[in-house]
Nanobody
Framework: EVQLVESGGGLVQAGGSLRLSCVVSGFTFDAYEIGWFRQAPGKEREGVSCTSSGDAHTYYADSVKGRFTIPSDNAKKTVYLQMNNLRLEDTAIYYC??????????????WGQGTQVTVSS
């Protein structure tokens, strides 16, 4: 059974930082694309950042380039989302996902439960 357990969300002031973690089990961690998505109230879910060790490809949405990174630890089967210089518009529920393609929500095979990130002014 594939399980994704996220943690690290919370309330942070604009300009601050948060690191989300996602521990993956029941899945060949480094063989497929893995990433983070988010969904703000009233908006569609969107890809934030995805990475694939197979082809050394990493994608960042334009809105987060230069502020977010997606490090991972294959030994711990954990992928992180390091979020710096957070903005009000980063407020959303953040989801970890594995077995994605092109960081498209419609291509995701497995989702985590989501973790809330709220950025305040």
């Amino acid at each position: 059974e594939v399980q994704l357990v996220e943690s690290g969300g919370g309330l942070v002031q604009a300009g601050g930082s948060l690191r989300l973690s996602c521990v993956v089990s029941g899945f060949t961690f480094d063989a497929y694309e893995i990433g983070w998505f988010r969904q703000a109230p009233g908006k569609e879910r969107e890809g934030v950042s995805c990475t694939s060790s197979g082809d050394a490809h990493t994608y960042y949405a334009d809105s987060v380039k230069g502020r977010f990174t997606i490090p991972s630890d294959n030994a711990k089967k954990t992928v992180y989302l390091q979020m710096n210089n957070l903005r009000l518009e980063d407020t959303a529920i953040y989801y970890c996902a594995v077995d994605t393609a092109f960081c498209l929500p419609s291509k995701v095979a497995y989702w985590g439960q989501g973790t809330q990130v709220t950025v305040s002014s």
